[in-house]
């Protein structure tokens, strides 16, 4: 071995002997299937260390299970299609969606997605992601389109989908609608505004408002049928300031009588009651606002406007005309677009969506038979369905994305769909190929000319790699029960809970009644500041580029081990130092196990006696692992390596290594036997050492499996080994208890000599023992003499207050007693 680890020539190493010998195919790795729904990065850009950080945690699973004996069917997806992809092409090429033909602009998204995606999986295969990149999907693929087109219709015939005029969530700088899921709360500053209305008898009527832009969209007044103030308002009239027209008013139990003045205006539409007092009283619809976010021609001398400046010049008419009596700063949260973060408005528009209210109780339940990781992240998934408040809308306005597979009848309305077995197919580009309509057997047949959400095609994953394992076309969704489904795990950040884990719950228990996945495993991020890193936030500085480029591949995946389940972390190069220092140790400690098991004869047949001292560190190994497989049975991989470098680092180099030594360099001072048992040992303590770091540091491991044990051993991956095999149990109560008192004598005498400044080969003339069981150390003096230098070892029974190290002309002698440590 070299004297030093050259870890760009391992990486690109292993990952060709990775690639030419298939290491990571389920089908040279047998076993029982666990599959991973791995999650499909938005194909929006350039990566950031966030992604590394979840990435990684997620391949770490997945080499850990590999190795526990399952056939690991590990595919990755690209999430290409829908809103962000557009979004990036626009500020990329500088140009606008809406300005250019649809298929040019299309042709523009598929070039660059395109191109993203290699450069994606490149960075993968360089952080060392176990994916066998023969099953990888795009959600913008003939396979995506055909299958989300299949999994409408299959959920419009059970009755799950409908379509009708609705106000819904809409962003006016993206052009489109959006889903519940899809808004942040922002918190902004802005004024509450005391604006003077008139009843029919001409008295002031007293409105506070933050909107006061949105006049013009009047349509109603309401007051509290308890409030006493405005009982004499029942069935009155009254005047809109400015616009001179006039609204019924309305008593309604929702209006909070302690709030502003009691009295409150509604529009169409300013939030969410107004919504429901819209459609409660059957109220007119009158928007102000264009799909472009531009007030419109009505609006007076608002028109043309957007939001903030429409405000400014109703305040100053308002002003003018005497009837703004008071204006307060407040602060208060808006919703805005997780995308753009704009402000939503509300607008009505015929909509697709997929009925999720009334079905909250049965989304909750079938949450309940998943495995949550860790287990308290389920409570955001349950406070979520609990606290919705609109249908999920599917529709988007936009052009990038999958077409809903559906043409409408202008005569009768009827909504006319494609068969499953015709898609993927875009009514933009294919007239009805059915004929005439199946309702009123009329012709003029127009297409429909939404796209789907891309959360719409996200959360059909399960069924996109049921289609990859299977490897064959059909449509799941008309099968009444289904193989691979659930899949055995689903890794995600948390901030996605609300939708793609919630999504995809919905499609599988919609299409078949079941769990989508056994297991959720649910990261953190990590933060930049008190942000997390985000492409859409701009603030990945630290690209994994650079990340890569000044440290091993296993140094940046050893730091991502150590975040904890669902919690964000803060980037920290020290804990990449710390990764450093021990790939070091590790490089360092096999070359020294390389120069002593090379020559080993049967490494497969344990030796007749081992040892005491050898059998302790078969019995700490094996205490080890049984902990090391008890985090990663709730998926705390993070303790897991704690425990496996708590052993690497004291019991086998602090301790083991140091006690061997003087056997291995001075073999003629111990039987053969001894010495041959202690190789046996250090040869089996190495492979599993590398077996435990293997899902952290897969190619330094690789690159020692490679030089120690490649000829030896039957597998040609350290990758490919088992637990099973390797990680044989032993219990040797007795030896380690034995040998943690020699460690315990050892440890003392190192202390004594560091104390007084001394070198550790500092012969010391006489060593006596205070305490300790003469007849089962006596055997071990060989080894004790080995390591301190004592040249006489005596024994007392005599308790001992504190250990000392002593010189009398120029002897040093030492007295180590039982139990102490200081």
Partial sequence: MEPKYNHEEAEQAARQLWQTNQTYSPKNNPGTSYSIDTPPPTVSGALHIGHIFSYTQTDIIARYKRMSGYSVFYPFGFDDNGLPTEKFVEKTQNVRA????????????????????????????????????????????????????????????????????????????????????????????????????????????????????????????????????????????????????????????????????????????????????????NLPYKPSIDLGGVWMAHTGPMAGKKAHEARKIIIELLKEKNLLLRQREIVHNVSVHERCKKEIEYVVQKQWFIAILAHKKELIQIADKIHWYPPFMKARYTNWVENLNWDWCISRQRFFGIPFPAWHCVDCNEILLAKPADAPIDPQETAYPYGKCTKCNGSNIVPDTDVMDTWNTSSITPYLCRELFNQKIDNPFEQKSIDFVPMSMRPQAHDIIRTWAFYTIVKTWMHHGIKPWNDIVISGHVLAGKEKLSKSKENASLTPENLLKEYPAD??????????????????????????????????????????????????TAPRELGDLNKWLLHRASETFATYEKYFAQNEFGLALTTAEQFFWQDFCDNYLELIKNQLFNPEQYDAETVHATRWTLYQAGLRILQWFAPYLPHLTETLFQSLYISTEKTRSIHQTQFATVQKPYNFESSAQLVNNIIEIVSAVRKLKSEQQLSLKVPIAQLTLHGYDAKATKPHEQLIRGVTHAESIEYSATPLSENKLVEQAGVWNGSVGAGKKE
């Fill in 555 to 604: 140094v940046v995946r050893y730091w991502t081990a150590s975040g904890s389940l669902g919690y964000d972390i803060a980037f920290s190069e020290n804990q990449l130092k710390i990764g450093g220092k021990l790939s070091t140790k590790l490089w360092n400690a096999f070359r020294f196990v390389s120069s002593h098991i090379t020559s080993l004869e049967n490494p497969q």
């Fill in 98 to 281: 809406h300005e250019l033909p649809r298929s040019e602009f299309i042709q523009l998204c598929l070039n660059a997605t395109h191109t993203v995606e290699q450069e994606f999986k490149t960075l993968w295969q360089q952080i060392g992601l176990s994916v066998d990149w023969q099953y990888w999907y795009s959600t913008i693929s003939e396979s995506s389109r055909r299958l989300s087109q299949q999994s409408f219709i299959d959920l419009y015939n059970k009755g799950f989908i409908y379509r009708k005029d609705e106000p819904a969530l809409y962003c006016t700088v993206c052009r489109t609608s959006v889903a519940q899921a899809e808004l942040d709360d922002k918190e902004v500053p802005s004024f509450f505004n005391d604006i003077v209305f008139q009843d029919q008898q001409g008295n002031d009527l007293i409105i506070g408002t933050t909107r006061p832009e949105l006049l013009a969209s009047c349509v109603a007044l309401f007051y509290n049928p308890a409030d006493e103030r405005y009982q004499h308002l029942k069935g009155q009239q009254a005047t809109v300031p400015i616009f001179n027209f006039t609204v019924p008013i309305i008593a309604d139990e929702q209006v909070q009588i302690d709030k502003g003045t009691g009295l409150v205006m509604c529009c169409t539409f300013g939030d969410k009651t107004d919504i429901e007092w819209f459609k409660k009283y």
